[in-house]
């Protein structure tokens, strides 16, 4: 081997080492948080999100509403809740906010099951249609309700955030088959989760 080939391979092996390096770094710098009780540890800090009232479960099976009674209806589902890090996190935090379906009845996997997510300055609308939430076989789902939020390392203030569940009325379509069946069928469980990575927001 002669002695440009020597200093070829040189430079692409110290290349390779430093790529190498640096995918490494950033893998253990930017470790993925969860919370609802979860936390991580890095060698630089702590994260712990904390997640008040996960727990999404109506009492009563709903009945249908006009979207623009949800406000003051008693047959919608309305949950306050509030992401917060705990005091000893001291990390920099981006993260998202999911809901996870642990149970819905067939009634409910449908395009007037539906949710809103408020935030300060936002409010998303959506619903539990097959052809816009995925479930699996055992009619488990996660939905995606808000990214990019973010605390501060030195920033501890709980966020607030609110969930609503409502079946939507529709004067012209015939829902009957949305109340037919068993209490089952109008069953919902969920919770949820704030999920994301040490760092800043993109």
């Known amino acids: 081997m002669n002695l440009k080939n020597i200093y070829i391979t040189t430079i692409i092996s110290v290349a390779c080492l430093i790529i190498i390096t640096t995918m490494g770094t950033y893998a253990y710098f ?3 948080i969860e919370g609802a009780g979860k936390s991580i540890r890095i060698a630089s800090g702590k994260i712990d999100l904390v997640v008040s009232n996960f727990s999404v479960s109506p009492v009563s ?3 249908p509403i006009y979207d623009n009674a949800i406000s003051t209806s008693t047959d919608a589902y309305k949950t306050t ?3 917060s890090k705990s005091d000893d996190s001291n990390l920099d935090a981006c993260y998202g906010i999911y809901l996870y379906v642990d149970e819905i009845g067939e009634n409910l996997k449908s395009e007037y099951f539906k949710y809103r997510f408020e935030s300060d300055n936002t409010a998303i609308l959506g619903s539990f249609d097959p ?4 479930f699996d076989a055992n009619g488990k789902a996660i939905i995606s309700l808000i990214g990019n939020e973010y605390f501060s390392k030195t920033d501890n203030t709980p966020k607030e955030y609110t969930l609503t569940l ?3 009325y529709d004067s012209v379509s ?3 088959n949305i109340l037919l069946g068993t209490d089952s069928t ?3 469980k969920g919770h949820l989760v704030a999920s994301g990575r040490n760092g800043v927001c993109n």
């Open 30 to 32: 930017a470790p993925d």
């Open 61 to 63: 099976p709903l009945k």
């Open 81 to 83: 809740f509030t992401v």
């Open 131 to 134: 052809s816009r939430a995925s």
């Open 166 to 168: 409502w079946l939507s």
């Open 174 to 176: 015939d829902q009957s």
């Open 186 to 188: 109008r069953t919902f």
